[in-house]
């Protein structure tokens, strides 16, 4: 089956700076993968996904690229704000099903001011 | 729009007790549903999924059971609680969008067992 692995465990970074989370998969058969933001207590929520068949996906400040050869995918979030602190999740599967879902195992972004 | 109610937020149970956690689903039809269980400062484990009324996939071993009743309804279950089964909660539903599902999740409930 599919393994996902996250790095790292914790992040701290301060305001206005960037953050990058980075995941691998091992089933080169994946080829949906979100990102999911969850702040204490709260339920997760996807943020951004990203499919196989492109490379980067933007929104406002968050990012997602894809290294389908290398199997890895990472999170970037520039200019950091305090609401930006939160575990964040990255995930895979393949064929799309949500079923087959693997989920990272977190990070926790810490902003400081 | 579709909406996700889940309910208790929190529960605090004795070991032995039994559990029942109920999930509904709105302003959709046959959703696919699920339950995920996160330990505290953990990950997510799925424990089961529900394609249709009455079908339940099982992911992990172990004394929970889950039940759809309803198209929209999805229950996680227990006739004796462990101490093991404290955690966080999670029923969610996935939509088909652009070829793939897409997974939403529910608020949660936490669950104490002492």
């Known amino acids: 089956g599919e393994n996902v692995e996250q790095h790292p465990s914790t992040l701290s970074v301060q305001e206005g700076d960037s953050a990058v989370i980075k995941c691998t998969y091992s089933d080169s058969a994946s080829n949906y993968f979100p990102w999911y933001k969850q702040e204490l207590g709260k339920r997760p929520q996807l943020i951004i996904d990203i499919r196989s068949n492109v490379g980067e996906k933007k929104d406002q400040r968050i990012a997602v690229t894809l290294n389908k050869t290398a199997k890895h995918f990472s999170l970037h979030i520039t200019e950091t704000q305090p609401e930006d602190s939160a575990v964040y999740f990255c995930a895979a599967t393949f064929t799309g099903t949500a079923s087959k879902l693997t989920f990272g195992t977190g990070t926790r972004l810490q902003v400081t001011l | 729009s579709q909406t996700i109610h889940q309910w208790p937020a929190t529960l605090v149970q004795p070991v032995g007790s039994p559990l029942s956690l109920e999930c509904t689903v709105e302003g959709t039809s046959n959703p696919n549903l699920y339950w995920y269980r996160q330990a505290a400062g953990r990950g997510l484990q799925l424990l089961f999924y529900?394609?249709?009324?009455?079908?339940i996939s099982s992911e992990v071993p172990q004394n929970l059971s889950a039940s759809r009743p309803q198209d929209r309804q999805f229950i996680l279950s227990s006739k004796k609680l462990l101490l093991s089964d404290s955690g966080f909660y999670l029923c969610?539903?996935?939509?088909?969008?652009?070829?793939?599902?897409?997974?939403?999740f529910g608020s949660g409930t936490q669950l104490s067992v002492l």
């Open positions: 969610a539903w996935s939509v088909y969008s652009r070829g793939g599902e897409k997974l939403f």
């Open positions: 529900s394609v249709g009324i009455g079908q």
